[in-house]
């Protein structure tokens, strides 16, 4: 069975660009979640899409924005890039959250490096 | 802010049972007690999980307390490959994590 799969492995933008990061969750998992890790940090919570919809996010400001298609894939789009936005972003997907228990999966993350 | 509080390090020696704990004293009644670990920026990689009883798989072993307000994740015979930063989750709020090297 695949795991979650994030693109692309790397990416390079200066400040003031936009950055589109893409994840497929697991088969049958309706759930996906992002996260920023800062080098060295804990893992911070940005967002969390089910079945489409936007359920909560995190302390992030509203240039940290997503999506979440049909087929439960989804994009997170940082705008305006800053250099403090130099982190990994890792995705996660897993069963919808009402299920019990809602264990998170996650993908091998995009390194994103604001220039 | 994470709901829970672990030691930021611990060592064990190759071989021995490491046992890392935690604290999760405001955990809700149906919560679970998740466990991940995070190998040199690779994804976070999941171990195990309880709401209630003890847990056991391939990987550890999660023994909670009664009260439900700690929990201990054991790994039985450490090798060098769970050299890694493990995390005690509870509603999926990351904390710091404990560093747990093992050592030859």
């Known amino acids: 069975e695949a795991g979650v799969t994030q693109s692309p492995t790397h990416l390079i933008k200066t400040r003031g660009q936009q950055a589109t990061l893409r994840c497929s969750p697991i088969?049958?998992?309706?759930?996906v979640y992002w996260y920023q890790q800062a080098l060295g940090l804990g893992l911070q919570f940005l967002l969390w899409y089910d079945e489409g919809e936007e359920r909560n996010r995190g302390n992030f400001p509203p240039r940290f924005s997503g999506r979440q298609f049909p087929n439960y894939s989804s994009e997170l789009n940082v705008n305006a890039l800053e250099l403090e936005d130099s982190a990994l972003y890792l995705c996660?997907?897993?069963?919808?959250?009402?299920?019990?228990?809602?264990?998170?999966?996650f993908g091998p993350g995009t390194r994103l490096t604001v220039l | 802010d994470a709901k829970t509080t672990q030691p930021p390090s611990m060592d064990c020696a190759e071989g021995r049972a490491a046992n890392l704990p935690c604290n999760h004293s405001t955990i809700s009644g149906n919560e679970y007690v998740y466990w991940y670990r995070q190998i040199h920026s690779q994804g976070p990689q999941y171990i195990i999980h309880?709401?209630?009883n003890n847990e056991t798989n391939e990987m550890a072993s999660l023994i909670i307390t009664e009260d439900r307000k700690s929990s201990t994740l054991i790994l039985p015979h450490a090798t060098l490959r769970d050299t890694a930063v493990y995390y005690c989750?509870?509603?999926?709020?990351f904390g710091a994590g404990t560093r747990l090297t093992v050592k030859p």
């Open positions: 989750i509870v509603d999926m709020r």
């Open positions: 088969s049958g998992h309706t759930s």
């Open positions: 996660a997907s897993s069963l919808p959250r009402d299920s019990r228990p809602d264990t998170q999966y």
């Open positions: 309880g709401l209630k």
